[in-house]
């Protein structure tokens, strides 16, 4: 009877623990899902109750009025250029930073970076005002340059290219320097090949970052013209701007698209990523 | 009483049979050692008995219990693991107290024991440091504590030794024997690729090889009566030379005859290598039990040296006979020795082993 | 002699000056390569934050000029704390109605996200198939952006929306109207943040669970150790460093929350003020109300309370870890 017993405890508690995990999948999709039905559906449809799961009338309307609306293409252009230009930022100076921070010696170094590094304490709020205050007089509110100063070299970026410069072997960058070539050479020539892999992660993070930001470009972005995706839609909401919510669930689902597809895509790479950094946190 | 006792017992993991019907009987007291290469199957056995494997043919007895689904929490055995799992989360006090807890023994019993087993282990001292702290030697203390404190019914042990460097492995041996077999007086099953140790601590050694067991038998005579040409390769450094040959009849004497030699068989192996004549049988002779000279001397065969090592407290000759393959003799420091040369060398004919070339089994034992 | 010992000191010297000429380019490169990233980083991390701490002196409004006022942003401040404390409505104490919220929204979502994750950790830590379509469906929130995920809420809370849909069938006639009901819109907002963190949280425990060796595991098992006990003694213990994180991490991030609370509750902090927080009224201050000057003295009191509480969570669950 002991047998039994034992085998048939380890299937039962097998079993609640599918249940449970798949049950909780279930929840954390669930918006995604039912998002993605509704935008398809009329708004009477959508606010129907019990809640329908098939769209009848099936209808591209929503994601017509959305895209008819002039301001969402320029919020979608000004999103993606944001995201450019951080992207490009930190890939293009946090590497130099990092690098430099990694293998070349100079007075201060260390206390520097150390230093830097604590600004990851502060809170973005105590900054922001003062930001925003060097960024107006510089004339540069309402801009998407203006905002992007703020996160062009995160913190973040040059800590990890710093950690994966650290970790490449010495050996290299010596030969390279018997070899004739100057620090800043060896940088592009050697430095930068080699830290694909690193690049690659801040790359997407910051695109990440900057794809869903939403604190910097609501303050230092100010017409509607210049908004990004997120602002913007939080603004026509707020505007009531269509009488029904479904385009507005049809634009956020525009909007989470990128970011959802390039996470299905490089899963495995970015939670492991991710993983890794709680980990030396 | 502890006896452990395996039954026909199969593992496999895949399509991997990593125990083959392995038949063992442990008894009570006893010091089993585990013996045999990396991947024989030896550690799966053991983790088998341990529960932590549950098998997939046979059964598994402990005392007079088949403890097949009987969970590793209950069965009243502790194990020593190679890399020690102790909890670096606790100190040594708290890594010897945690099976009293988990056994519901109130908190100043398991004091007492806790601090009885630290002071006979030597590590009183220690009990309020943490593992990453300690040793590697101290660590291993501090595993074998916490296996102690619970008086199991069986030790297992799974190449505890092998993390320790040379000199203290030595002392280990002998103190892990005076422990668990001596003062203790437990049932012991040890696992270990290393022969020495299983030379000189066991009462009796199982040899495995590819999930299956080789023999059983006390130390001397798994190396002076090897059951099979594994275990007589095994045992023994440098291992034993083997000659393939058949046994037929010269001039009314029984002869072993391979390659070039014909080695007239002592008249003490007639009456059990008859039955041989004519077939292909194996022939195993120790480096040890090779007298090698210059000279032709009585019932000796000439060879040419291919190489020799010299070790200081001895020499090892590699020779040939001819024959494609390289055979080596122990001998005395002192001999000069030249490449090429040709010397003689006589087997001692009251050491020699004969296998069944098919079988691989010994014909003799 | 005299010759010999001349051009020795020359060759020292002219090997210590290219010593010297390879030093000084190294360091002219490393401050060509780190010179924009520490200059933007500089000026928008530390120079700003001295520049609040100033500025919180100071009552301004942008355009005409700074006028020094001492304390009185500060002032103006615990006026507010005290006057709500005093059970003054959300308007006349919008900084007290803000860290009230706060703090309660903090004590909901932090230990929640935190045990959430660990206990679907925990089961997901198994023999089971697929862990990677649960890891990826569980980050999945993560990685959305905070304000697309509150519209589609919002919708989702709606009187007739899914959510009460699911409720009804547990507990019928249960079914509030979360977004204007001043009595539920901080739970709704914290159900959000639940929702969106505890899946990333999630993942980060199951990697520290699975880089526990696993014969830790079996030797406590063969010490008597159930699979509940083998959770409580072993695996809580050597999460500890993921918990800390996780813990650290979630605080900061819940008390300095913006964006949901801006979307679901509105930029006026929802009915009666129910999902206003510290960070609404700092942008209000700054950017409504023009008073830069209190909103830095706000900003200042955020972060210390943020110091405070992470450093005191630090301290204490370094000495439950002693014991």
């Known amino acids: 009877m002991r047998v039994k017993h034992h085998k048939l405890l380890k299937s039962v508690w097998l079993l609640i623990t599918y249940i449970i995990l798949t049950l909780f999948a279930l929840v954390y999709l669930m918006p995604f899902i039912r998002s993605f039905i509704a935008s398809f559906m009329t708004w009477a449809q959508a606010s129907s109750y019990p809640p329908e799961w098939l769209p009848s009338p099936f209808t591209l309307e929503n994601y017509l009025k959305v895209l008819r609306l002039d301001l969402f293409p320029r919020w979608v252009f000004n999103t993606a250029l944001y995201a450019g230009i951080i992207v490009a930022g930190n890939v293009f100076f946090a590497t130099m930073a990092g690098y430099a921070f990694a293998r070349l010696r100079f007075p201060g170094r260390d206390a520097l970076f150390s230093a830097l590094l604590a600004l990851l304490m502060v809170p973005a709020f105590v900054t922001l005002v003062p930001s925003y205050i060097i960024v107006y007089k510089l004339g540069l509110i309402d801009n998407i ?137 | 009483m502890a006896r452990v006792y395996l039954e026909n017992v199969v593992k496999r993991f895949g399509r991997v049979v990593a125990v083959d019907h392995v038949t063992l009987e442990v008894r009570d007291k006893e010091f089993m050692v585990l013996l045999g290469p990396s991947g024989c199957g030896k550690s799966t056995t053991l983790r088998l008995i ?88 101290q660590q291993q203390r501090v595993a074998l504590a916490r296996a102690i404190v619970r008086e199991p019914e069986v030790f297992l042990l799974d190449e505890p030794l092998s993390n320790l460097d040379a000199k203290l492995r030595v002392k280990m041996r002998f103190e892990l024997r005076r422990l668990l ?153 002192d001999m000069k020795i030249k490449l090429g040369e040709t010397i003689y060398w006589k087997p001692n004919s009251a050491k020699l082993y004969f296998f069944d070339k098919r079988t691989q089994k010994s014909i003799l034992y | 002699m005299k010759l010999t010992n001349f051009s020795l000191t020359l060759i020292k010297s002219k090997i210590s000056k290219s010593f010297e000429k390879t030093r000084q380019r190294e360091v002219l490169a490393a401050l060509t ?7 933007l980083n500089m000026t928008f991390g530390y120079f700003a934050a001295l520049f609040a701490l100033y500025l919180s002196f100071f009552k301004w409004d942008y355009i005409g000029p700074m006028e020094f006022v001492g304390l009185r942003n500060f002032e103006i401040l615990f006026r507010e704390l005290v006057r709500g404390l005093h059970g003054a409505p959300f308007f006349l104490a919008p ?5 009230r919220n706060i703090l309660l929204y903090t004590a909901i979502v932090v230990p929640a996200q935190t045990i959430l994750a660990m206990v679907l950790a925990a089961f997901a830590n198994q023999k089971i198939r697929g862990v990677q379509f649960y890891k990826v469906s569980y980050f999945l929130p993560a990685v959305t952006c905070p304000v697309i995920v509150s519209l589609i809420f919002i919708w989702l809370f709606m009187k007739n929306g899914l959510i009460n849909y699911f409720i009804q069938m547990v507990i019928p006639g249960f079914a509030p109207d979360w977004i204007n009901d001043r009595n539920y819109l901080l739970y709704a907002i914290s159900i959000v943040a639940i929702w969106g963190t505890s899946g990333h949280f999630m993942v980060s ?56 609370a801006y979307v679901m509750a509105g930029p006026s902090g929802g009915p009666g003020g129910a999902g206003y927080t510290m960070a609404l009224d ?35 669950f370094r000495v439950i870890a002693a014991r």
């Open chain 2, 50 to 137: 341990a529960g932590l494997e549950t098998p997939d043919e046979g059964r598994i007895w402990i005392g007079n219990t088949v403890v097949n689904e009987v969970d590793p929490t209950k069965r009243n055995i502790a194990m020593v693991f190679q890399s020690y799992a102790l909890y670096p989360h606790m100190t040594v006090y708290g890594n010897i107290e945690f099976p009293l807890k988990m056994a519901h023994v109130p908190k100043e019993e398991r004091r007492r024991k806790v601090i009885q087993v630290a002071r006979f282990l030597g590590i009183e001292d220690l009990l309020n440091r943490y593992p990453k702290q300690l040793s590697g030697g």
């Open chain 3, 33 to 39: 390569l780190i010179g924009v990233a520490v200059a």
């Open chain 2, 181 to 333: 077999h001596d003062e203790l007086k437990t049932t012991t099953i040890y696992v270990t690729h290393d022969q020495v140790e299983a030379m000189t601590m066991a009462d009796r050694i199982a040899v495995m090889n590819q999930g299956r067991i080789m023999q059983v038998a006390l130390p001397i005579d798994v190396f002076d009566k090897p059951a099979n040409t594994f275990v007589a390769g095994f045992i023994g450094v440098p291992p034993t030379n083997f000659l393939e040959g058949v046994i037929t009849v010269k001039n009314e004497r029984l002869v072993f005859s391979t390659g070039p030699l014909d080695l007239t068989i002592p008249e003490e192996y007639h009456d059990r290598l008859e039955g041989y004549v004519g077939r292909e049988v194996i022939m195993g002779i120790r480096p040890q039990d090779i007298t090698v000279s210059k000279e032709a001397i009585e019932n000796s065969y000439p060879a040419k040296i291919v190489g020799y090592e010299p070790l200081g407290t001895e020499t090892y000759i590699h020779f040939t006979i001819n024959d494609n393959k390289d055979y080596v003799a122990v001998a005395s420091k």
């Open chain 3, 95 to 99: 900084f007290y109605t803000g860290l």
């Open chain 3, 205 to 260: 425990f199951l990697a520290a669970m699975q880089s526990i060796p696993r014969d830790i595991y079996e030797a406590a098992m063969l010490d008597g150790a159930g699979p509940i006990r083998r959770f409580i003694y072993v695996t809580v213990p050597m999460l500890k460093p993921m918990i800390v994180y996780v813990v650290v991490m979630g605080l900061i991030g819940a008390l300095q929350m913006f964006d949901l």
């Open chain 3, 282 to 316: 700092i942008y209000r201050e700054a950017f409504l109300k023009l008073r830069p000057g209190v909103a830095a003295a706000k900003s200042l009191f955020l972060f210390t309370l943020i110091f405070i509480v992470t450093y005191v969570f630090q301290k204490r």
């Open chain 1, 145 to 281: 340059l203006g905002l992007s100063l703020l996160s062009l070299v995160h913190v973040s970026s040059i800590f990890l290219m710093r950690q994966y410069f650290l970790s490449l072997p010495q050996d290299v960058f010596d030969a390279a320097r018997v070899d004739g070539c100057g620090p800043i050479k060896t940088f592009f020539y050697i430095g930068l090949p080699l830290a694909k892999p690193a690049l690659g992660a801040v790359a997407v993070y910051q695109f990440l970052g900057a794809w869903n930001a939403f604190l910097g470009p609501l303050v230092f972005l100010r017409s509607p013209e210049n908004f990004t995706l997120p602002v913007g839609l939080s603004f026509a909401f707020q505007r009531a701007m269509w009488t029904e919510y479904t385009p507005i669930i049809a634009g956020s689902l525009i909007a989470a698209a990128p970011t959802i597809i390039l996470f299905i895509v490089l899963n495995k790479y970015l939670i492991r990523g991710i993983v890794i950094t709680a980990g030396k946190g």
